[in-house]
């Protein structure tokens, strides 16, 4: 890692364990003088990039946070503040988000702010907010927080534009044009019937009608879903109302916004985004962003699983006291290369995770089908390699699988599971090892010298 190359100035962070890691990896990229991104940031780097790259593909958790609470009028307002207010820091976060994360009883759903802290936000204490009339909004909508919008519905929705900030029109249109496109290339499309489904050409002319309408020049697709928190929705609809407020409180959340997806809705297949509250169990992954930055690109972050597969003769490290393996292992490739598989407890999943590199590594007899009996759900292959050793040629003293696990099914229900397995003879070098994933995703410094080495 000697010859170094120029981090990139916006990134992604993503971090396993969840927004305090992500948080202080974000905060030591961009230094004293950067920021997080808010939502008007992804705004910005989508409208100079296009669909197929990092800003419109991946999801983002902004510095951006919706509150709802009764205004000093006694009305129910949205207020929406961009990287101010009391969720503007890592400590601000955390404490509203504790009123649900701290509820051993489980109880408790979304965040809350004081009402006193609300009204400061409507008075413009920390800085410019955009308010909404909460009760306004939710008449323009059948099931408001929940169903997806048309290009024209887009354009003029308060929320929407609040949310994504000065460029919120500007975005729309862009987005309804490379929806439009879309729209015209799956109309040339006939999805194939492999499960031989009936009314399988009904389907297919419906769907070829519905492309080729949201792909005419002056069409209005659908392009976004405008949520609410998912667990502590905002309103119940016009048959129910809307969910209380706790006196003294208002709900509070960060807002983020989703990659494009492929969306099947009310009989319609829609290219859209959504653009809603993060809650503290979603995943988090913040934008970073340096000082004088231009947000014309994002770079997607430090991938650990995919950094140490392709960096990791710069991530073995010694063995303090080298022991004599003799034991029987699962082995996997790396490129090309084989190591050793990090041991698992009992009847699990593989790890996949390369510890000893093999030096040598030769086939004993022909590919056999190993089959077990499935233990819980059957998208997951979990096997004793126990089992596995059972059937092994004597001089054996390791097995890769090649192909993919299959199902046999018995009576309507997943029975067994059956793989293909090849047995071989290794020596590997048990005085380095590779470095766990988990191990890599915590140290910064090594993270960021591996993207930037590229």
């Known amino acids: 890692m000697s010859k170094q190359k120029v981090l990139p100035s916006v990134m992604g962070f993503y971090h396993e364990d969840g927004h305090v890691p992500a948080w202080k990896q974000t905060t030591r990229f961009i230094g004293k003088d950067g920021r997080i991104g808010v939502l008007p940031d992804v705004i910005e780097a989508r409208l100079a990039t296009k669909p197929g790259e990092t800003p419109w593909e991946t999801y983002f958790t902004t510095l951006t946070a919706e509150y709802l609470g009764f205004s000093k009028g006694g009305t129910r307002i949205l207020i929406v503040a961009h990287g101010i ?14 009123y649900e994360f701290k509820d051993k009883e489980r109880n408790r759903r979304g965040g809350r ?3 006193q802290e609300f009204l400061d936000l409507e008075s413009g204490k920390y800085g410019e907010v955009q308010i909404v009339d909460f009760d306004a909004y939710c008449l323009r909508y059948q099931y ?12 003029v929705d308060p929320v929407l534009r609040a949310r994504l900030g000065a460029q919120a029109e500007k975005y729309v249109q862009t987005h309804t044009a490379y929806a439009r496109k879309w729209h015209c290339e799956q109309a040339d499309i006939d ?26 020049e002056y069409s209005d697709p659908f392009i976004v879903e405008v949520g609410g928190p998912a667990n502590c929705c905002y309103t119940f609809g016009p048959e129910h109302g809307h969910r209380p407020i706790e006196e ?3 709900f509070a959340h960060l807002i983020s916004i989703g ?6 809705h009310e009989g ?11 809650e503290w169990w979603n995943g988090v992954r913040l934008l970073g962003i340096r000082k004088n930055a231009k947000l014309d690109g994002i770079h997607q972050g430090a991938r650990a699983y995919d950094l140490l597969r392709k ?48 030096e040598s590594v030769e086939n004993v007899g022909t590919p056999v089908l190993f089959k077990t009996t499935i233990g819980g759900y059957h998208g997951f292959f979990r096997y004793d390699i126990r089992e596995i050793k059972r059937i092994a040629p004597l001089e054996a003293n390791a097995y890769s699988f090649t192909d993919e696990p299959q199902c046999i099914w018995e009576g309507g229900n997943p029975k067994y599971h059956t793989r293909t397995v090849q047995f071989h003879r290794i020596v590997f070098d048990p005085s380095q090892r590779l470095i766990r994933v988990s191990e890599l995703v915590n140290d910064y410094e090594t993270l960021m010298a591996l993207v930037a080495k590229g």
């Open 144 to 155: 408001p927080f929940l169903q997806h919008l048309r290009s024209s519905q887009a354009l």
């Open 113 to 115: 702010i004081s009402h």
């Open 268 to 278: 319609n297949e829609s290219l859209v985004c959504d653009v809603g509250c993060h």
């Open 85 to 98: 207010g009391p969720m503007s820091t890592l400590d601000g976060i955390l404490k509203v988000y504790s």
């Open 191 to 216: 999805p194939e019937n492999p499960y031989k489904l009936p009314n399988h050409e009904q389907f297919l002319t419906r769907r070829a009608q519905q492309h080729a309408r949201d792909g005419a």
């Open 259 to 264: 990659g494009l997806c492929n969306m099947h």
């Open 311 to 358: 960096h990791w003769k710069f991530l073995m490290k010694p063995v303090k006291e080298v022991q004599v393996h003799n034991g029987f292992c699962h082995i996997l490739s790396v490129g090309d290369s084989w190591f050793t598989d990090y041991p698992k407890q009992g009847a699990s999943m593989d790890n996949w995770e390369p510890e000893f590199l093999v």
């Open 248 to 250: 003294g409180m208002a």
